[in-house]
């Protein structure tokens, strides 16, 4: 009987140690798998990093809505709009990057907006899309470009202006020249094409003067003269 007494007594121990080592197996196992996630996931946050750093490259942006701005004014101002376009944040912070694809376009034509607030926001993406595009992603910033020019012709000016480099116009009428040219217009045309550029910007212009029809003639011609 005691011998029965003293084999349950150590039964019961074993039971308990064997209860505890699983606990503990358990626990290591759980602490170990959530640091193998963090470290997967850090990786992760650290490759979209990059991807986001390569395609901004040159963009001198943080990301930080108070630091960046554009024309003038910090981020806040037009990314708490609540008009805002949700592509248009994602362009900002690297989550969306340009393609050639109906979205993409649709983002570009955001630039001829009536929303004088939101207006320099979205020309900032699209000079932004001018800069890195390619081949296949140049066939979308064209017709947009153009559109605002004529749309806004003063604005676009002051805007060109703001390169004493005169890069961005280069750019700009580099991409126009590419593929600015409307449906119903002949690429093989284009001393129509021009033609049509300096009379829709002339009549959009109504307080132009006479340098800034010289200017607006001038630009048809750096557009459109090398076709």
């Known amino acids: 009987m005691k011998n029965v007494r003293k084999s349950l007594k150590y039964l019961k121990i074993s039971k308990i140690f064997v209860e505890r080592f699983l606990v503990f197996s358990f626990i290591f196992l759980f602490i170990f798998a959530c640091k193998e996630d963090k470290a997967l996931s850090n990786h992760k946050k650290e490759t979209i990093r990059q991807e986001v750093k390569t395609w901004q490259d040159g963009f001198g942006l943080t990301h930080v809505i108070d630091i960046d701005s554009i024309w003038k004014k910090p981020v806040r101002y037009y990314v708490s709009n609540k008009n805002c376009d949700s592509t248009a944040l994602k362009f900002y912070l690297g989550v969306y990057k340009p393609t050639d ?14 929303n004088d607030s939101l207006r320099p926001f979205y020309r900032w993406i699209l000079d932004k899309t001018i800069i890195i595009q390619d081949g296949a992603l140049g066939e979308y910033t064209g017709t947009p470009a153009r559109m605002y020019a004529e749309k806004f012709p003063k604005e676009f000016f002051e805007y060109m202006d703001s390169d004493m480099s005169g890069k961005k116009y280069s750019d700009w009428c580099s991409s126009i020249g590419y593929s600015g040219f409307y449906n119903s217009e002949n690429f093989d045309e284009p001393e129509m094409v021009k033609t049509k550029l300096i009379k829709v910007m002339s009549e959009n212009c109504a307080d132009c003067n006479e340098r800034d029809e010289k200017r607006i003639i001038k630009f048809a011609n750096d557009c459109f003269s090398n076709q």
């Not at 694809?101 to 009536?114: C, D, Q, S, W, Y």
């Open 101 to 114: 694809e109906p979205e993409t376009e649709r983002l570009l034509n955001l630039v001829t907006t009536k």
